[in-house]
């Protein structure tokens, strides 16, 4: 998914990391924007020799005004320096971008995009391959914003997007219009992945502040005062104060959301979970022994609570690292949520699969 960062205010080269060969700590649809005076906002790697040449690149396309693709092949010891685990390549796009031009098709995507993402809905934008500089947006709810330049191009590439709302990543691919092959840069733009937390307890202190760390959004959930305060969450981005099990009802619980309950309370954790059931959460965990959450699963089961949404619920919360102290606890039940988030059991590095003869990461 693609680097959340402001548009500038007037014309500058934005760079876009659009494949990449080897494992790397940057994913397609990381951005670095160069304006006329130089200054750099974003990377597309962690730095190094990659960066530098985007720089560089960066300034001939502003003074030309055309878009280029850059290719780099990295040997070991560059892709080291980068994050990367062996040797492979990247592939940036290098185009120039007008914000305060109204007619700008980059600008007016991205824009779009950005209006979606703040309704919480995705989009994908697409980008051609071939130096022109228009844009499709597609959204997930149906309907699209902008051109490739033919309609028949446009509903090639409409189809082609269902891939990018299903893996929620971005990538290149090619779409065969008329026996004409069109490579095209599909740019994924979604939420941000969502931690709300409900019991503003002594885990919970931690578990903001690491998720903050993740660059996750984080909501802090409590119905007593005193312990839902800014004093104690001072970086959260949304604390809400009132009956958990109603505000759970009413919150966009979608599948770019992490739940953790913390109140360690039969009386608040079983109507809140009733409610984050009935929702897409990717992630639910409740802290508790497990004969507490035996009892508790039992009790919705009764409730008429299917198998398989109980199935969700975590708890005991957080991978077995051993955890005691509140930190300790708020990093176990993070790496767990990124875990399940990714698709992954959360088991050691070393045991984990090789797949098409390189490690998956």
Same mark, same amino acid.
């Given at each position: 998914?693609?680097?959340?960062?402001?548009?500038?205010?007037?014309?500058?080269?934005?760079?876009?990391?659009?494949?990449?060969?080897?494992?790397?700590?940057?994913?397609?649809?990381?951005?670095?924007?160069?304006?006329?005076?130089?200054?750099?906002? @974003?990377?597309?790697?962690?730095?190094?020799?990659?960066?530098?040449?985007?720089?560089?690149?960066?300034?001939?396309?502003?003074?030309?005004?055309?878009?280029?693709?850059?290719?780099?092949?990295?040997?070991?010891?560059?892709?080291?320096?980068?994050?990367?685990?062996?040797?492979?390549?990247?592939?940036?796009?290098?185009?120039?971008?007008?914000?305060?031009?109204?007619?700008?098709?980059?600008?007016?995507?991205?824009?779009?995009?950005?209006?979606?993402?703040?309704?919480?809905?995705?989009?994908?934008?697409?980008?051609?391959?071939?130096?022109?500089?228009?844009?499709?947006?597609?959204?997930?709810?149906?309907?699209?914003?902008?051109?490739?330049?033919?309609?028949?191009?446009?509903?090639?590439?409409?189809?082609?997007?269902?891939?990018?709302?299903?893996?929620?990543?971005?990538?290149?691919?090619?779409?065969?219009?008329?026996?004409?092959?069109?490579?095209?840069?599909?740019?994924?733009?979604?939420?941000?992945?969502?931690?709300?937390?409900?019991?503003?307890?002594?885990?919970?202190?931690?578990?903001?502040?690491? @998720?903050?760390?993740?660059?996750?959004?984080?909501?802090?959930?409590?119905?007593?005062?005193?312990?839902?305060?800014?004093?104690?969450?001072?970086?959260?981005?949304?604390?809400?104060?009132?009956?958990?099990?109603?505000?759970?009802?009413?919150?966009?619980?979608?599948?770019?959301?992490?739940?953790?309950?913390?109140?360690?309370?039969?009386?608040?954790?079983?109507?809140?979970?009733?409610?984050?059931?009935?929702?897409?959460?990717?992630?639910?965990?409740?802290?508790?022994?497990?004969?507490?959450?035996?009892?508790?699963?039992?009790?919705?089961?009764?409730?008429?609570?299917?198998?398989?949404?109980?199935?969700?619920?975590?708890?005991?919360? @957080?991978?077995?690292?051993?955890?005691?102290?509140?930190?300790?606890?708020?990093?176990?039940?993070?790496?767990?949520?990124?875990?399940?988030?990714?698709?992954?059991?959360?088991?050691?590095?070393?045991?984990?699969?090789?797949? @098409?003869?390189?490690?998956?990461?």
């Amino acid at each position: 998914m693609t680097d959340t960062i402001s548009l500038p205010q007037g014309p500058a080269a934005v760079a876009t990391l659009i494949a990449t060969e080897g494992t790397s700590p940057k994913e397609a649809g990381a951005k670095m924007w160069v304006d006329s005076s130089g200054s750099i906002v @974003g990377a597309v790697t962690i730095g190094g020799c990659v960066d530098a040449r985007v720089i560089e690149e960066s300034a001939r396309v502003l003074a030309d005004g055309h878009p280029m693709l850059l290719q780099m092949s990295l040997g070991g010891e560059d892709a080291w320096a980068l994050g990367m685990t062996c040797g492979g390549s990247v592939e940036i796009l290098i185009e120039p971008v007008n914000a305060a031009e109204p007619s700008d098709p980059i600008a007016s995507a991205l824009r779009v995009a950005r209006a979606e993402v703040e309704a919480g809905r995705r989009a994908v934008v697409v980008a051609p391959l071939d130096g022109r500089n228009d844009r499709l947006v597609v959204f997930e709810r149906g309907g699209h914003a902008g051109t490739l330049g033919s309609d028949v191009l446009d509903t090639a590439a409409i189809a082609a997007c269902t891939t990018y709302f299903e893996n929620a990543k971005s990538g290149t691919a090619s779409v065969a219009v008329a026996d004409v092959e069109t490579r095209l840069y599909f740019e994924l733009h979604a939420p941000p992945l969502t931690l709300i937390v409900f019991g503003a307890t002594h885990v919970a202190m931690p578990l903001v502040e690491l @998720g903050r760390v993740l660059g996750l959004r984080t909501v802090v959930v409590d119905g007593r005062e005193r312990f839902a305060t800014r004093e104690r969450f001072p970086g959260v981005d949304e604390l809400i104060v009132g009956m958990p099990s109603e505000i759970a009802e009413r919150l966009p619980l979608g599948a770019h959301t992490l739940v953790v309950l913390l109140s360690h309370d039969y009386k608040y954790d079983l109507p809140v979970l009733r409610a984050v059931l009935a929702s897409d959460a990717v992630y639910v965990g409740c802290l508790g022994s497990a004969r507490r959450g035996k009892a508790m699963l039992e009790f919705l089961a009764e409730e008429g609570v299917a198998a398989d949404q109980l199935a969700r619920v975590r708890i005991p919360v @957080g991978l077995d690292i051993g955890a005691r102290s509140a930190a300790e606890i708020a990093l176990s039940v993070l790496a767990e949520a990124v875990a399940v988030e990714r698709g992954r059991n959360g088991g050691a590095m070393r045991e984990r699969r090789r797949v @098409g003869g390189a490690d998956s990461a």
